[in-house]
């Protein structure tokens, strides 16, 4: 003869089965995006890193001026993660619970056939626009994750846009 379970144990596991997914739907729409900005303009700035499910970059974009220095300090809330730059070779870890710094050095040149941004030492040059030589884009790096932190790991995206400096008057 098997041994049975008492009616009570039975009724608890049973209220437990039904009670854990309805806690888990109740509370899911908690653990939404952190309230943040998207775009930061500034020189000194805080990014925070969580899981894509979490909202990833906290701003996801970084914007300076050509000419100014830009200062940004990393903190990973959850796990580990990464800031990576590819055309600046920039690979910085970013461990849970830690802050990292990291500083870009800005610049522009103009010339009569095209204008240029540097950042870091690196050289990025672009032709002027026939006709409109005041014209000038601004240079947009896309940065990213490179350490897979979680099923909406690539989500985990974002920019670094460095606007032309104003233009100046003849």
Request: proline share 11%; charged share 20%.
């Amino acid at each position: 003869m098997s041994p049975r379970r008492s009616k009570p144990e039975s009724e608890r596991l049973l209220i437990a089965i039904a009670v854990v997914p309805s806690l888990f739907f109740l509370l899911f729409p908690l653990l939404k995006p952190l309230p943040a900005a998207t775009v930061s303009e500034g020189r000194n700035v805080l990014v925070l890193a969580s899981a894509g499910e979490l909202g990833g970059f906290k701003p996801s974009v970084l914007k300076v001026v050509a000419g100014e220095r830009l200062n940004v300090s990393f903190w990973a809330m959850d796990v580990g993660h990464s800031f990576n730059l590819p055309q600046l070779n920039v690979d910085l870890a970013l461990p849970p619970g830690e802050t990292r710094d990291l500083s870009f050095e800005t610049g522009f040149e103009e010339d009569a056939g095209e204008y240029r941004y540097l950042v870091n030492g690196r050289r990025f040059s672009f032709p002027k626009a026939p006709g409109s030589p005041s014209l000038r884009a601004p240079l947009v790096l896309e940065f990213k994750c490179n350490r897979y932190c979680s099923p909406a790991h690539w989500g985990m995206r974002g920019q670094l846009v460095i606007d032309p400096p104003a233009a100046s008057s003849p």
